[in-house]
C-alpha cells in the first residue's frame, strides 16, 4: 500500500513538474511572438489539454510561492530549480504568493492570463494588481493572492509525531488581526474570525511559529518589551484555549496543545536566545502555561457543573419532599425506627452537597455521583 502511495506522489510531482515547465515555455513564446504564431498556439493547446487532464482529479490548480518553497497542489518543489525561478519572478513582479485556476478555465482565457504573465514587470506597472489585470482581460476562472502563511518547520513536526500542518495560508489582513490578537491589540469578537484560526490555536507547531515570528518582527525593539510581548502572547494563547475547553474532550485537548507548545518553545532558538541567562522570565513563562493549565482544568468543571446544576437542583427538591429537616441542618444521624437505608442515603447527599457549597466547584468524581443519586432517591417517592 505505502509503495502506492509512493508512486502515485511520484507521478503527481512529474506531472507537475512538466506542467510549470510548460507554463514557462507558453509564457516565454508569448513574450517573443504574436499570440496567433504556430509555435504559440501548438504549446498553449497542449497546455490547455494538460491542465484538463489535472482538473480531473483535482478541483482546483492552487500554485503558491513561499520562502523557500514552491508548492503546486500541495506537491513541494525546490525553490532554487531554474524554471521555478522563472515563473517566482513573474510571482514577485506582480507581488503575490498565491495562483488558483478553476476548472472553467477557457483557452482564450488561459492565453490572455499567460499573455499578461509574459510581460509581468510591465503590467505590473499598468494595473493596480493581477487580479484587476485579469478582470480587464476578461480572466475570471484565474485568482490571484498575497498571502501570509505560518510554517511549521519540519525539526518540530518530527517531534509532534509528524501530524502537525506544514503550512497554514492566511490573508495579510487575517494575519495582521490575529497577531494583534496575541499582543493585546486587537479582540476576536466575530464568531467567523474564532473559525478562522481555529486550526491554528489547535495546533502547537503553529503557535510556537506564530511566537517565533512576533520575536522575530520584534527584533529592534528593547530586551524587556520583546518579554512582555511574548508573555502577553502566552497569555492571549490561553485565554482562547480556556474559552474553548467547555468539555473533557475539548479540556483534553487544550493541554496537549499546552504541551506540545512548551516543548517546540523549548527547541527554538529565537525563544531561547530571548530567555537566556533571565531567570526571572523563564520563571514568569512558566507561570503564565500552568496558570493557563489550571484555568482549562477549572473551566472544564465549570462547564460540567453548568449541564449538571439541574439535576442538582432536582435532588434538593427531591430531598426538600422526603426529609426537610435534612436541608436545615437538623438530621445528623439515622433516627430510632426510622427507615436506616434511606436515611443513610439522606445523610450521603448532606455531606456532598456541603462538600459543593465549601469548595465552589465540583470535581470530575462529584459530577460522577449526581445522577445515581437521584436515581436512589426516586426509590422514596
Do not use: W
Amino acid at each position: 500500500m505505502e509503495t502506492n502511495s509512493n508512486g502515485n506522489n511520484h507521478l503527481r510531482k512529474k506531472e507537475y513538474e512538466k506542467l510549470v515547465r510548460d507554463i514557462v515555455n507558453v509564457a516565454s513564446a508569448l513574450g517573443m511572438y504574436p499570440p496567433e504564431h504556430p509555435m504559440v498556439t501548438r504549446r498553449l493547446d497542449s497546455l490547455y489539454r494538460e491542465m484538463g487532464e489535472i482538473f480531473k482529479n483535482n478541483q482546483l490548480i492552487s500554485i503558491h510561492r513561499g520562502e523557500g518553497t514552491f508548492v503546486v497542489n500541495d506537491v513541494e518543489f525546490l525553490a532554487n530549480d531554474p524554471v521555478i525561478e522563472k515563473v517566482s519572478r513573474h510571482f514577485n513582479n506582480f507581488k503575490i504568493t498565491d495562483l488558483e485556476i478553476g476548472p472553467g478555465l477557457k483557452p482564450d482565457e488561459l492565453k490572455r492570463f499567460l499573455n499578461l504573465l509574459s510581460r509581468s514587470e510591465q503590467n505590473a506597472k499598468l494595473y493596480p494588481n493581477l487580479n484587476a489585470a485579469c478582470q480587464k482581460n476578461q480572466i475570471a476562472s484565474i485568482k490571484a493572492m498575497q498571502a501570509a502563511y505560518i510554517r511549521v518547520a519540519k525539526d518540530v513536526k518530527d517531534k509532534l509525531g509528524g501530524k502537525s500542518v506544514g503550512e497554514l495560508k492566511l490573508s495579510k489582513d487575517e494575519m495582521n488581526r490575529l497577531i494583534g490578537y496575541l499582543k493585546g491589540e486587537v479582540k476576536l469578537a466575530h464568531p467567523k474570525e474564532t473559525k478562522i484560526y481555529k486550526k491554528i490555536f489547535e495546533n502547537a507547531g503553529m503557535l510556537s511559529g506564530l511566537v517565533n515570528k512576533i520575536i522575530a518582527e520584534s527584533s529592534k525593539e528593547p530586551a524587556d518589551k520583546r518579554k512582555k510581548i511574548v508573555l502577553m502572547v502566552l497569555n492571549q494563547i490561553g485565554r482562547y484555549l480556556i474559552q474553548q475547553s467547555t468539555g473533557a474532550s475539548q479540556q483534553k485537548e487544550s493541554l496537549k496543545v499546552l504541551l506540545n507548545l512548551k516543548k517546540t518553545l523549548a527547541n527554538s532558538e529565537l525563544f531561547v536566545a530571548l530567555g537566556n541567562g533571565d531567570s526571572s522570565f523563564k520563571n514568569e513563562v512558566e507561570e503564565a502555561m500552568e496558570k493557563t493549565k489550571l484555568l482549562v482544568k477549572n473551566q472544564a468543571l465549570l462547564a460540567e457543573y453548568s449541564k449538571h446544576k439541574d439535576k442538582l437542583k432536582e435532588v434538593k427538591e427531591k430531598i426538600q419532599k422526603i426529609s426537610p429537616q435534612l436541608l436545615k441542618g437538623e438530621l445528623d444521624s439515622a433516627e430510632e425506627g426510622g427507615r436506616p437505608e434511606m436515611e443513610k442515603l439522606l445523610l450521603e447527599i448532606k455531606g456532598f452537597l456541603e462538600k459543593i457549597e465549601r469548595q465552589k466547584s465540583m470535581a470530575p468524581d462529584d459530577l460522577r455521583k449526581i445522577p445515581p443519586l437521584v436515581k436512589e432517591i426516586k426509590k422514596y417517592l
